[in-house]
């Protein structure tokens, strides 16, 4: 494959030799990275370069360059998020966790049920905190190069409490809300204004994140209106990928 010099059962050990269909020109490929569940119209094929990394477990080149939070209006007695991680690499190898090992843990506000992940490996609760959820991803060199995405469903009533450890340093956190939905009280939130997010009017908040090691907290409250009835910004952040 290109220049590599590995072998194909080491890049794929799952499929039989042969073409293999990529998403673009230039995508990144882990070791071991299954590609089976890559769906393509048309033929597979195999367009070049496709560069291959190393793959390494040592996290220390991994950053966050951004987290979003995206957060329904209240429904009947909780409400709905949507976490993205957009995680970047400043190695020359891909980092990959071990088989089984965890590369972030999500502290979900308390009583939140996940309901569905994308972009990494679901492991199950944690250990270390009764709402943390451990999550598996491989992440090739670059600048957002992996992202992991978390819906979950909170209880809420009259305020949603959200602390998250911050284990990797994270350059900005990004909150939407529909327009005249939850809005955050306290902190060093910048009101970033309104915005039109594929149809839903939604209001922007940005903060910078703590150091590593230490709490980001958030109180949210009903806002002046409500917002809209529905999860109708959290089924769209789904369905546009947040960020592409």
Known sequence: VAASTHEWGELAPHLTPGPVAVVTAHERVVPGEDLTGITLPGPPVLELPLTVYEATSDPAGLSVAQLHLILSSPLDGFVRGFEVWVFSNSGDRAIHPADGEPLLEVVLPEGAV???????????????????????????????????????????????????????????????????????RGGDWEDLGA?????????????????????????????????????????????VGVLG
Do not use: C, K
Not at 138 to 146: F, S, W
Not at 199 to 220: D, K, R
């Open 195 to 239: 915005a039109d997010f594929a149809g839903v009017n939604v209001e922007q908040f940005s903060v910078l994140a703590p150091a590593v090691g230490e709490m980001m907290s958030l109180t949210l409250v009903q806002g002046s209106t409500g917002g809209t009835s529905g999860d109708t910004l959290v089924g769209v952040g789904i369905g």
């Open 114 to 184: 996940p309901v569905q992940s994308s972009g990494g490996e679901a492991l199950g609760p944690s250990a270390n905190s009764a709402n943390g959820f451990l999550y598996s991803v491989g992440v090739p060199p670059g600048v957002g190069t992996a992202q992991l995405a978390v819906v979950f469903d909170v209880p809420f009533d009259e305020r949603l409490e959200i602390s998250q450890p911050v284990e990797y340093p994270i350059e900005s956190v990004v909150l939407l809300t529909e327009a005249g939905g939850l809005a955050p």
